[in-house]
T-cell receptor, first 110, second 121 residues
Framework: GQQLNQSPQSMFIQEGEDVSMNCTSSSIFNTWLWYKQDPGEGPVLLIALYKAGELTSNGRLTAQFGITRKDSFLNISASIPSDVGIYFCAAPDKYSTLTFGKGTMLLVSP | GAVVSQHPSRVICKSGTSVKIECRSL??????MFWYRQFPKKSLMLMATSNEGSKATYEQGVEKDKFLINHASLTLSTLTVTSAHPEDSSFYIC?????????????????FGPGTRLTVL
C-alpha cells in the first residue's frame, strides 16, 4: 500500500522556536491533511490542502502542498507549551481511505 | 461544527465479555464512519470502513466476527468487541466523513472522536 514518510520522528525544542516537519511519498495525492493528537485524545484536523503549491495558514501554523503532489510540510512559528503533541500527516488513496504518517512527537520546554 | 463524540471514553472489562463503543456525529450527517485502533506511540491503524445502511468493509487481518460494526443511521456507528481478551486492550478511535459529493473538496476530510480506552483484564 501507499506509505507516507514523516520526519522528524520527534522534536524537543524551547518555547518560542519555530518548528518544521514534513511528509513525503512515492505516490501522488490530491489532498494533504495535517492533524494534531493530544495524549489520550483523538486527532484534530489542523489544516487541509487541496491544490499543488497551495500554502495555507491557521494561526501560527502554515502548511504547504508540494508542487510535485508527493509531499507536504507543516511549520509552527513561535512555539508555545500547548503545541506539545503528536502531529500526523494524512492523505487519501483512490478509495478515499486515509493513509497516515507515523507521526512527529513535539515536546516544548518553557 | 464537525464534532464527533465517542462513548464510553474508558472501559475496563473482564476477559470473555463483549464491549460496545458508540460513535456519533453531533452536528452533521456522516454516510461513512471509520474505526481505527492505536497502540501506544504508534500511528492510527484502520480497522474498518462503515457505510450507513450497508455492511462494513474490514481491513486485511481484522476479524469481522470479532469486531462487529453497525452503522444504523447517518449519525451513529457502533463497534462491538466480542469475547474480549487482554490482547484487545487498546485505544479505539472513530472518525466520520461528512455527507457530501465525492467531488467536493472537503470529501476526504475525516473528523475524529476523542477515542475509547479499552482495558481487558
Amino acid at each position: 500500500g501507499q506509505q507516507l514518510n514523516q520526519s522528524p520522528q520527534s522534536m524537543f525544542i524551547q518555547e518560542g522556536e519555530d518548528v518544521s516537519m514534513n511528509c513525503t511519498s512515492s505516490s501522488i495525492f490530491n489532498t494533504w491533511l495535517w492533524y494534531k493528537q493530544d495524549p489520550g485524545e483523538g486527532p484534530v484536523l489542523l489544516i487541509a490542502l487541496y491544490k499543488a503549491g497551495e500554502l495555507t495558514s491557521n494561526g501560527r501554523l502554515t502548511a504547504q502542498f508540494g508542487i510535485t503532489r508527493k509531499d507536504s510540510f507543516l511549520n509552527i512559528s513561535a512555539s508555545i507549551p500547548s503545541d506539545v503533541g503528536i502531529y500526523f500527516c494524512a492523505a487519501p488513496d483512490k478509495y478515499s481511505t486515509l493513509t497516515f504518517g507515523k507521526g512527529t512527537m513535539l515536546l516544548v520546554s518553557p | 461544527g464537525a464534532v464527533v463524540s465517542q462513548h464510553p471514553s474508558r472501559v475496563i472489562c473482564k476477559s470473555g465479555t463483549s464491549v460496545k463503543i458508540e460513535c456519533r456525529s453531533l452536528d452533521f450527517q456522516a454516510t461513512t464512519m471509520f474505526w481505527y485502533r492505536q497502540f501506544p506511540k504508534k500511528s492510527l491503524m484502520l480497522m474498518a470502513t462503515s457505510n450507513e445502511g450497508s455492511k462494513a468493509t474490514y481491513e486485511q487481518g481484522v476479524e469481522k466476527d470479532k469486531f462487529l460494526i453497525n452503522h444504523a443511521s447517518l449519525t451513529l456507528s457502533t463497534l462491538t468487541v466480542t469475547s474480549a481478551h487482554p490482547e484487545d486492550s487498546s485505544f479505539y478511535i472513530c472518525s466520520a466523513r461528512e455527507r457530501t459529493s465525492g467531488r467536493a473538496l472537503r470529501y476526504n476530510e475525516q473528523f475524529f472522536g476523542p477515542g475509547t480506552r479499552l482495558t481487558v483484564l
